[in-house]
């Protein structure tokens, strides 16, 4: 049986692109770029990459990238926007909880809960982090955005799904304060008019969880900030106001 991200990203592509979250992308690829010093002889993976979004921005300034993800329809959407602009990427399906390189990255990426944190459990989210490490060099660095716990502590995360997105409705919510996770309802349509009822399983993640997983996954410094669309910066402290965090882990 298939979990809800995999059901969710079955010929979504297209209504995936129009979502007002992936509206930020080019200022948050100035940030990756600052962030490694504008050196382009790195090697960057992109996990989770979606329909390719950051590596495609990435590409277009002169990084070798490669992208992986979990849906085939996703990677195919990707593979066709490098295609038409001739940009050399190298998109893959493959699973966040299970690959590996030959080669390891000066940096990886993991953007607008691309993979992490939508695991059914918090092992396999763990996993993810895990050969997010393995596949770095030593000093490399992890850039992540993440789901902020803090935030359902004093919000309606059902009230804020609903206001930024055009592409479908969360209809129920119900999120526990045991496991930190948020349950609900989405409804949407897939590219081809296939109407969807999913049922949601979302962790969120408060601060000092997130720094023991990484040092736990074997990354030696982490910092923790806000999450801003289209504009990441270290001179954002997370709040309680953030739905999203930025992490910057280094091996």
């Given at each position: 049986?298939?979990?809800?991200?995999?059901?969710?990203?079955?010929?979504?592509?297209?209504?995936?692109?129009?979502?007002?979250?992936?509206?930020?992308?080019?200022?948050?690829?100035?940030?990756?770029e600052?962030?490694?010093?504008?050196?382009?002889?790195?090697?960057i993976?992109?996990?989770?990459?979606g329909?390719?979004?950051?590596?495609?921005?990435?590409?277009?300034?002169?990084?070798?990238?490669?992208g992986?993800?979990?849906?085939?329809?996703?990677?195919?959407?990707?593979?066709?926007?490098?295609?038409?602009?001739?940009?050399?990427?190298?998109?893959?399906?493959?699973?966040?909880?299970?690959?590996?390189?030959?080669?390891?990255?000066?940096?990886?990426?993991?953007?607008?809960?691309?993979?992490?944190?939508?695991?059914?459990?918090?092992?396999?989210?763990?996993?993810?982090?895990?050969?997010?490490?393995?596949?770095?060099?030593?000093?490399?660095k992890l850039?992540?955005?993440?789901?902020?716990?803090?935030?359902?502590?004093?919000?309606?995360?059902?009230?804020?799904?609903?206001?930024?997105?055009?592409?479908?409705?969360?209809?129920?919510?119900?999120?526990d304060?045991?496991?930190?996770?948020?349950?609900s309802?989405?409804?949407?349509e897939?590219?081809?008019?296939?109407?969807?009822?999913?049922?949601?399983?979302?962790?969120?993640?408060?601060?000092?969880e997130?720094t023991?997983?990484?040092?736990?996954?074997?990354?030696?410094?982490?910092?923790?900030y806000?999450?801003?669309?289209?504009?990441?910066?270290?001179?954002?402290?997370?709040?309680?106001e953030?739905?999203?965090?930025?992490?910057?882990?280094?091996?």
């Amino acid at each position: 049986m298939k979990q809800w991200y995999e059901e969710l990203f079955q010929n979504y592509s297209d209504k995936y692109d129009n979502e007002g979250f992936t509206k930020g992308t080019s200022g948050e690829v100035d940030f990756i770029e600052n962030e490694i010093t504008f050196n382009k002889s790195g090697k960057i993976l992109d996990i989770g990459c979606g329909t390719g979004r950051h590596s495609v921005e990435l590409a277009r300034r002169g990084y070798n990238v490669t992208g992986i993800d979990l849906s085939e329809s996703m990677i195919n959407k990707a593979r066709s926007l490098a295609r038409k602009e001739n940009l050399k990427i190298d998109f893959l399906v493959k699973d966040a909880r299970n690959f590996s390189f030959d080669e390891p990255f000066d940096l990886a990426i993991m953007l607008c809960e691309g993979a992490f944190p939508l695991m059914e459990n918090d092992e396999m989210n763990f996993l993810i982090l895990k050969n997010a490490c393995s596949s770095l060099k030593s000093g490399g660095k992890l850039i992540l955005t993440t789901l902020n716990g803090l935030y359902p502590l004093f919000h309606s995360v059902k009230d804020f799904v609903n206001s930024g997105s055009d592409q479908g409705k969360s209809t129920e919510n119900s999120f526990d304060l045991m496991t930190f996770r948020d349950y609900s309802v989405y409804e949407t349509e897939d590219d081809i008019g296939m109407k969807k009822v999913l049922q949601c399983n979302e962790r969120y993640y408060v601060p000092s969880e997130i720094t023991w997983l990484l040092k736990s996954a074997g990354f030696i410094t982490s910092e923790i900030y806000a999450a801003r669309l289209g504009a990441f910066s270290k001179n954002d402290k997370l709040t309680t106001e953030d739905f999203e965090m930025l992490v910057i882990a280094t091996k």
